[in-house]
């Protein structure tokens, strides 16, 4: 089995800046994409960024340039820098993540999500 934490959630004013983070434990031999997703009230849940076990990002469009993904390899966890935060960042982030597990089966497993609400 394999769990995925995340924290760094929270309330912020808009242009301020978060930093969320996500630990993947349990039977884990290897992970391979990790990810940030995020829904919004009413929306449907979209693609934030994503990073391979090489490092390689994808970003949605939106961001302009204002969000960070990485991770740590040795710490099984990932990161989302986000900066010049906006109203309409206001979303559950959700962290994704590949993994090859010890029985050698792949199961895509999420986070159970973190509040982020950005004020006016």
């Known amino acids: 089995q394999v769990q995925l934490v995340e924290s760094g959630g929270g309330l912020v004013q808009a242009g301020g800046s978060l930093r969320l983070s996500c630990a993947a434990s349990g039977s884990i031999f290897s992970i391979n994409a990790m990810g940030w997703y995020r829904q919004a009230p009413g929306k449907e849940r979209e693609l934030v960024a994503a990073?391979?076990?090489?490092?390689?990002?994808d970003y949605a469009d939106s961001l302009e340039g204002r969000f960070t993904i990485s991770r740590d390899n040795a710490k099984n966890t990932v990161y989302l820098q986000m900066n010049s935060l906006k109203p309409e960042d206001t979303a559950v982030y959700y962290c994704n993540a590949l993994v090859h597990t010890i029985a050698r089966v792949t199961v895509s497993v999420w986070g159970q999500g973190t509040q982020v609400t950005v004020s006016s």
């Open positions: 990073i391979t076990g090489g490092g390689s990002t």
